[in-house]
């Protein structure tokens, strides 16, 4: 879901919504397909390339990585702060 909040305005709206309904909503493939009103296999094509582009993004980007390294890096700041 990193990846989600990083990327998603790079999706497309049909690729944010298929990727809302399964992952925040927790809907099955047949319950994405009957509220984005396409078939199963469409729905699950939508999710699939939803996935693939924001690996895809974190893969060409990878601003995900970077954050996690700084915090890391904060995090052991920190910790020589307080042994001080």
């Known amino acids: 879901n990193k990846l989600y909040d990083l990327y998603s305005p790079l999706l497309t709206e049909k690729q944010r919504e298929a990727y809302e309904y399964h992952e925040f909503s927790d809907l099955s493939v047949s319950e994405m397909a009957e509220r ?49």
């Open 36 to 84: 984005l009103e396409t078939s199963r296999q469409a729905a699950f094509d939508l999710l699939s390339r939803a996935r693939s582009r924001l690996s895809e993004l974190e893969g060409l980007l990878g601003i995900c990585s970077r954050i996690e390294e700084l915090e890391k890096r904060i995090q052991r700041l920190e910790e020589r702060c307080w042994d001080k």
